[in-house]
């Protein structure tokens, strides 16, 4: 069973970069999928980045394309999250989930694996 951990978030100003890691326990990069989640105050998670490791693909939010990479790292065991040209409404707790299937969704409900999330606060 992979477990999510995620790291790396912070408090930045507007137009600053930050970059979220996720670990396991177990291999990330066992699973056949990582998302990258997040909820900002009030309002319900939203997919915003994930990545299919048996063909590579990814895909991303209108809301962050452009500014926010997904990467894997194979040596380090570690998905990142690359985010740039950080904006006040990035503000939200970010979450890393993971999947023993291919995802293709934004439903948060098609992902296993959750991790407890690690906080982004953009200021203006």
């Known amino acids: 069973q992979v477990q999510p951990v995620e790291s790396g978030g912070g408090s930045v100003q507007a137009g600053g970069s930050l970059r979220l890691s996720c670990t396991a326990s177990e291999n990330i990069l066992s699973s056949a999928c990582v998302a990258w989640f997040r909820r900002a105050p009030g309002q319900g998670r939203e997919g915003i980045a994930r990545?299919?490791?048996?063909?590579?693909?990814?895909s991303y939010a209108d809301s962050v394309k452009g500014r926010f990479t997904i990467s894997q790292d194979n040596a380090e065991m570690t998905v990142y999250l690359q985010m740039n040209s950080l904006r006040p409404e990035d503000t939200g707790r970010y979450y890393c989930a993971a999947d023993t299937q291919a995802c293709y969704t934004w439903n948060f409900r098609g992902y296993d694996y959750w991790g407890q999330g690690t906080q982004v606060t953009v200021s203006s």
């Open positions: 990545m299919n490791f048996g063909d590579g693909t990814t």
